[in-house]
C-alpha cells in the first residue's frame, strides 16, 4: 500500500558527525517536505522540493542539505554545523489533488 | 515572528462532550487552513481543511470553524472521545503558486485530553 517511509526510527550519533535521514514515497507525489519538532513547539519546516532535481530552503535550512534526485526519495543531511540537531524529523509529500500533505512515521535522532 | 498560533498548550474535556480547539494566524495572504491530529513518536494525520472561500467546513464528528476578519480559525469536536486523546495543530497555507506553493506554516499544537 501507498505511503511515506522514514527510516530508522531513532538514531543515534556522536557530535561532528553528519548523518543522513531516509524519507521513500510511493504515492507519485511531486512535492516532498522536511520539518523537524521540537518538545512544546510545531513542526518547523526545512527544506522542500516541489519536483525532481528542485528544491527550496524553508524557515530553519542552517545546518542541514537535501537531495532530490529522484520523484520517491528526499533525504535529509544533518551535518555538524545544526547547532542543535536533536530533534524529531518528519517527512511528507504532497500530490496536485490537494493541498492535504501526508506524512511519515518520523526519525528520531539523538546527537550527544 | 509566530504566524500561526495556538494560544492553548493543553485541553481536557468530558467523554461525549464538545471539544474546541482555537487557532490565530497573522498573515493575510494564508488561504487554505488545515488541522492535523498527532500522537506520540508518530506522523502527524490530516484530519479535516478549510478554504478562504468557506466560513464552515464538516466531516462527521468534525467541524472547523473560519473568521476571516478575526483571522482565526476552531476544531469543533462533538461527541469527544478518549480515542481523539492526542495533539491537534492548525496549519495554514499561503495563495497557491509560485515558490511558496504546499509551504505550511504550524501552529503550537493543542493537547487534547478526553476523560472517560
Known amino acids: 500500500d501507498g505511503g511515506i517511509t522514514q527510516s530508522p526510527k531513532y538514531l543515534f550519533r556522536k557530535e561532528g558527525q553528519n548523518v543522513t535521514l531516509s524519507c521513500e514515497q510511493n504515492l507519485n507525489h511531486d512535492a516532498m517536505y522536511w520539518y523537524r519538532q521540537d518538545p512544546g513547539q510545531g513542526l518547523r519546516l526545512i527544506y522542500y522540493?516541489?519536483?525532481?532535481?528542485?528544491?527550496q530552503k524553508g524557515d530553519i535550512a542552517e545546518g542541514y542539505s537535501v537531495s532530490r534526485e529522484k520523484k520517491e526519495s528526499f533525504p535529509l543531511t544533518v551535518t555538524s554545523a545544526q547547532k542543535n540537531p536533536t530533534a524529531f524529523y518528519l517527512c511528507?509529500?504532497?500530490?496536485?489533488?490537494?493541498?492535504?500533505?501526508?506524512f511519515g512515521p518520523g526519525t528520531r535522532l539523538t546527537v550527544t | 515572528d509566530q504566524q500561526v498560533k495556538q494560544n492553548s498548550p493543553s485541553l481536557s474535556v468530558q467523554e461525549g462532550r464538545i471539544s474546541i480547539l482555537n487557532c490565530d494566524y497573522t498573515n493575510s495572504m494564508f488561504d487554505y487552513f488545515l488541522w492535523y491530529k498527532k500522537y506520540p513518536a508518530e506522523g502527524p494525520t490530516f484530519l479535516i481543511s478549510?478554504?478562504?472561500?468557506?466560513d464552515k467546513n464538516e466531516d462527521g464528528r468534525f467541524t472547523v470553524f473560519l473568521n476571516k476578519s478575526a483571522k482565526h480559525l476552531s476544531l469543533h469536536i462533538v461527541p469527544s472521545q478518549p480515542g481523539d486523546s492526542a495533539v491537534y495543530f492548525c496549519?495554514?497555507?499561503?495563495?497557491?503558486?509560485?515558490?511558496?506553493?504546499?509551504?505550511?506554516?504550524f501552529g503550537q499544537g493543542t493537547i487534547l485530553t478526553v476523560h472517560p
Open positions: 496549519a495554514a497555507l499561503p495563495s497557491a503558486g509560485g515558490t511558496s506553493y504546499g509551504k505550511l506554516t
Open positions: 522540493s516541489q519536483i525532481v532535481n528542485d528544491f
Open positions: 511528507a509529500s504532497m500530490g496536485t489533488s490537494s493541498y492535504e500533505q501526508y
Open positions: 478549510i478554504s478562504s472561500i468557506k
